[in-house]
């Protein structure tokens, strides 16, 4: 197989951002996707394949350069409303946001893994998860069920695509949602406190075990959790 060429999802800001750059200080070649072809991302530290693909829609074309590896870092997170206090508005509203979810979290990557599979057979997939892909919160239960699912994906995945190898990286919040300073310092002390190692996680170390695994070459099926022990207390 030619030399390593990794796809990453939604590699235009945050995590995604970092996963590419990762690779790039590794002398690597990357595939970078956005979801609009219009939208500018700032340049990255070395050239890269620019690819686009808005994933509420079915997947049109493969990019048009080898891929080795894939990570699926893309996600939609969207709040809702609570699924025990639904009025009738909302019950459609909130069947339209579980199935945005299923197709922009689950669907669509899988349309991809099959896609580039077919094309050529991948030696790994990571996919992005959440450290809180099995528990359950008022108003999140759109994402909190894409994100199960995914991890059903990940084990299907794992044992259909054999010998390539399928993982998944599941985190807990390293980037708090809070922009004022003031409430994001005070949303990172109370995400430290819920965790064992008692301090927020960094976007380096999820790189780190992004491409971990994707580099382990006896691990399939996997989920590793970067989450500072979240539910372990
Ligand atoms: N940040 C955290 O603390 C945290 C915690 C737990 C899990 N995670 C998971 O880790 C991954 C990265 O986190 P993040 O916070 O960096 O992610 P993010 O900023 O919420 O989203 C990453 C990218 O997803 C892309 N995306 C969303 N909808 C799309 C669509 N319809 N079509 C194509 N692309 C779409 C966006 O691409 P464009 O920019 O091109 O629109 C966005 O840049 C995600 O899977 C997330 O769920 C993150």
Known sequence: MSERVTLVTGASQRIGRAIVEACLQRGEQVVAHRRRAASTPAPYSAPVHEWSWDMVEPLQALPPVEVTDLVLNASLFERGHAWGDLGAGDTDEERERLERHLRVNLIAPWELVIGLHQRQPLRSVVVMLDTYLDRSFAGHAAYQVSRAAG???????????????????????????????????EQEDAIAARTVLGRIGTVEAVVEAVLYLRDASYSTGEILRIDGGRFKL
Do not use: K, Q
């Open 151 to 185: 991890a059903g994906m990940v084990r299907a995945l794992a044992a259909e695509l054999a010998p390539t190898r399928v993982n998944a990286v599941a985190p807990g919040t390293v980037l708090p949602s809070a922009r004022d300073p003031a409430e994001r310092a």
